[in-house]
T-cell receptor, first 115, second 112 residues
Framework: GAVVSQHPSWVICKSGTSVKIECRSLDFQATTMFWYRQFPKQSLMLMATSNEGSKATYEQGVEKDKFLINHASLTLSTLTVTSAHPEDSSFYIC???????????FGPGTRLLVL | SQKIEQNSEALNIQEGKTATLTCNYTNYSPAYLQWYRQDPGRGPVFLLLIRENEKEKRKERLKVTFDTTLKQSLFHITASQPADSATYLCALPPSGYSTLTFGKGTMLLVSP
């Protein structure tokens, strides 16, 4: 149990375009999901907390107008990188709170390359 | 804010030996601490959670200790195997939240 999927697993896009990444909890309902970004050899950096049916809570320094998060159902959260630029190239990972609300189950990640 | 320190240098050990990884934190002691495994290009996988009132926790070949006085957790893998090679992340919650702050992780390389 507690499987989280992400789609796509990798994406290459041109600078200025928008990219949508989906995060799904496959076998459980998740009222809370998280979005992280990880640069090479760096730790996971929390970008935002996504709660079903309400606005996401963004971490300091993360532009909410650039990284749009929608948690429309108990099994799906989406992250849209708007007007992507090369510096947005990174590994984006989502996670979902499961069970005791202390453990996070992570998706496999999405590698974004902006040319 | 909470700062987490994990040894940035890779740990190289021989198959069959016990690997010990360290996680140190500053400031307040969290209610619990978690360990995750991350393989290259993949999301982290949850391994163990240990609470502040637990000194030690075991799961198969894994053992975690939690010393709130030293502000340190040790993660042990006994009878290590090449398949254990990965980066191991320590994570703990900021006070009062269900979010997690992650360390940079320590890479473990187990050679046959």
């Amino acid at each position: 149990g507690a499987v989280v999927s992400q789609h796509p697993s990798w994406v290459i896009c041109k600078s200025g375009t928008s990219v949508k990444i989906e995060c799904r909890s496959l076998d459980f309902q998740a009222t809370t999901m998280f979005w992280y970004r990880q640069f090479p050899k760096q730790s996971l950096m929390l970008m935002a907390t996504s709660n079903e049916g309400s606005k996401a809570t963004y971490e300091q320094g993360v532009e909410k107008d650039k990284f749009l998060i929608n948690h429309a159902s108990l099994t799906l959260s989406t992250l849209t990188v708007t007007s992507a630029h090369p510096e947005d190239s990174s590994f984006y990972i989502c996670s979902a709170l499961y069970g005791d609300a202390e453990t996070q189950y992570f998706g496999p990640g999405t590698r974004l390359l902006v040319l | 804010s909470q700062k987490i320190e994990q040894n940035s240098e890779a740990l190289n050990i021989q198959e069959g030996k016990t690997a010990t990884l360290t996680c140190n934190y500053t400031n307040y002691s969290p209610a619990y601490l978690q360990w995750y495994r991350q393989d290259p290009g993949r999301g982290p996988v949850f391994l163990l959670l240990i609470r502040e009132n637990e000194k030690e926790k075991r799961k198969e070949r894994l053992k975690v200790t939690f010393d709130t006085t030293l502000k340190q957790s040790l993660f042990h893998i006994t009878a290590s195997q090449p398949a254990d090679s990965a980066t191991y992340l320590c994570a703990l919650p900021p006070s009062g939240y269900s979010t997690l702050t992650f360390g940079k992780g320590t890479m473990l390389l187990v050679s046959p």
